[in-house]
């Protein structure tokens, strides 16, 4: 069945459907990365989004069983390829990506030109689109709801055991986060992005605030949260929207990017230093103003944005990028032992 992808411009392109089939709407994003759609599909910060690839070839592996996703369902709106494999050849396969779409209610669409869309969203920045199929549907700007909200976890949960307890401020964390804590023996505390671990007497040593999706302000109490963990001075580490939060508990402030960065081959530049490492990012929002007594940590070798932060005498630092590398690179992988040593 052919469906139409419709920019808020009026820009419309004609596809063909390979999941399931409704008109939905949301920001329109898309990610350079050559595999790893599985893992795209499954991150909780795509929510919202509707997800180019502007790989060639999409679905050749078919979809690995559920302990190799990021969270329990797919999260991004929509799917968009130039051409959809209906044929996968891969071991781990259990499903093909169309069966999967399907079951669970995401629509798809295979647009050769994909190029056409890339171009078009560096071009003139990101932008409001939607999948009409017969019914008519209005735009929707995801960036205005607290899609940190939908997509965190309800209820303290508690994983792996060790001499080390983290708190993990669950915004919308990718299960590798927690994989790459509980592999180095840590005791992982997962709570809710709203709830006040401090006024529920929670002890731990360390707090991680997770990524997520949508503007960061938004998760103003989770923000809230943070800026009384750093009066307790113990060791804090954000990741992609956490670097953000603690940007933004610690006094300075946020922007939305023209497009923002997706893929596995953003190159990352260590400040003071000559490293760079290629890394995995999914964000629309970046730090603008660094926080008082913070300084840059990370900046993106591309466009020179801030992708780090760091505390000059303080155990608090956050990184734009995502270290646990879910699909890889793993170049920052260290990231996590650094911030287990402040502890």
């Not at 001499?163 to 964390?173: N, P, S």
């Not at 529920?200 to 707090?207: F, L, S, Y």
């Not at 939060?245 to 990017?257: P, W």
């Not at 997706?262 to 000559?274: A, F, H, M, W, Y």
């Amino acid at each position: 069945m052919q469906a139409k992808l419709i920019f808020s411009d009026g820009t419309t392109i004609e596809g063909n459907s390979f999941g399931y089939e409704k008109s939905i709407a949301g920001e329109i994003a898309f990610s350079t990365s050559m595999m790893g759609y599985p893992e795209s599909l499954t991150d909780p910060s795509y929510k919202g989004q509707i997800l180019t690839l502007s790989y060639p070839l999409v679905g050749s592996y078919g979809v690995p069983k559920r302990e190799t996703w990021e969270s329990e369902k797919i999260q991004v709106t929509g799917l968009i390829v130039s051409h959809y494999i209906n044929t996968p050849s891969h071991f781990q396969s259990t499903m093909s990506l169309s069966e999967w779409l399907k079951k669970e209610e995401i629509p798809a669409l295979e647009i050769p030109d994909t190029r056409f869309i890339v171009k078009k969203i560096r071009d003139e920045g990101a932008a409001l689109v939607k999948i009409e199929f017969d019914d008519k549907i209005e735009f929707v700007n995801p960036n205005k709801e607290n899609l940190v909200a939908q997509v965190a976890t309800a209820a303290v949960a508690t994983y792996g055991k060790g001499g080390k307890t983290v708190v993990l401020i669950d915004c919308g964390v990718k299960e590798n986060i927690i994989r790459e804590l509980v592999k180095r023996k840590v005791k992982v505390i997962r709570v809710p992005w709203n709830y006040d671990y401090i006024e529920k007497g929670v002890t731990c040593d360390g707090i991680l605030i997770s990524n997520g999706p949508g503007d960061p302000k938004m998760a103003d109490k989770t923000i809230e949260i943070v800026k009384k963990a750093m009066q307790r001075r113990i060791p804090i580490f954000g990741i992609c929207l956490g670097n953000q939060i603690l940007a933004l508990a610690a006094g300075g402030d946020t922007y939305k990017l023209r497009f923002g960065h997706r893929g596995q081959n953003q190159p990352c530049e260590l400040v003071g230093s000559k490293k760079c490492y290629i890394t995995t990012q999914n964000h629309g929002f970046a730090i603008g103003k660094i926080p008082p007594g913070f300084k840059p940590w990370f900046i993106n070798g591309n466009d020179k944005t801030n992708e780090g932060i760091i505390h000059k005498t303080l155990p608090f630092m956050s990184v734009q990028f995502h270290p646990e590398a879910a699909p890889g690179p793993v170049d920052t992988k260290w990231l996590f032992d650094y911030f287990l040593d402040k502890i």
